[in-house]
T-cell receptor, first 112, second 111 residues
């Protein structure tokens, strides 16, 4: 089945230690998104790629960066995680034609 | 900036009841609106997508309506089941690939 895959599902890191979260898709969608969702809050868009064009939300901290080496893969890099970065990180994809979003299962990040 | 509100924040109903979840947004200039379901600790599952030119969409026991002019959407769930228990989120799509989510309605269906 076509899907959005996120690895790992659970990630524990230490304060200040860089971490990379991975997302891959078999849907061949040209848009990929990264969201941050904290407990009982709405998902917050961090950035998205339309093909290789990177779009950063104005309030996304510089501590967060992303890479999309090809259509299938997208990575979220957190350079120096703080306690406030503990959250669920959600990857999503969409077709440009209708913008229906499909989400992966998420990566739960814990910062010690 | 678009603001999306979902009321109520939590809802508890007995099994078999029909129910309506509400989503309101402040800017009617949207491309589409999407309803999702989220189970605890999981990602979001797409339920229904309504394009701005559409008034409603149906899938099984679910029916979503959209009234752009009043900035409202409703998700109607018929004959609720315990397996419907989850958080339901709506998201509006504005210019390009901008999405704004509500904080969701947590639904509990009591057997």
């Amino acid at each position: 089945d076509a899907m959005v895959i996120q690895n790992p599902r659970y990630q524990v890191t230490q304060f200040g230690k860089p971490v990379t979260l991975s997302c891959s898709q078999t849907l061949n969608h040209n848009v990929m998104y990264w969201y941050q969702q904290k407990s009982s809050q709405a998902p917050k868009l961090l950035f998205h790629y339309y093909d290789k064009d990177f779009n950063n939300e104005a309030d996304t901290p510089d501590n967060f960066q992303s890479r999309r080496p090809n259509t299938s893969f997208c990575f979220l890099d957190i350079r120096s995680p703080g306690l406030g970065d503990a959250a669920m990180y959600l990857c999503a994809t969409s077709r440009f034609s209708d913008n229906e979003q499909f989400f992966g299962p998420g990566t739960r990040l814990t910062v010690l | 900036k678009q603001e999306v509100t979902q009321i109520p924040a939590a809802l508890s109903v007995p099994e078999g009841e029909n129910l309506v979840l509400n989503c309101s947004f402040t800017d009617s200039a949207i491309y589409n609106l999407q309803w999702f379901r989220q189970d605890p600790g999981k990602g979001l599952t797409s339920l229904l997508l309504i394009q701005s030119s559409q008034r409603e969409q149906t899938s099984g026991r679910l029916n979503a309506s959209l009234d752009k002019s009043s900035g409202r959407s409703t998700l109607y769930i018929a004959a609720s089941q315990p397996g419907d228990s989850a958080t339901y989120l709506c998201a509006v799509n504005v210019a390009g690939n901008q999405f704004y989510f509500g904080t969701g309605t947590s639904l509990t269906v009591i057997p």
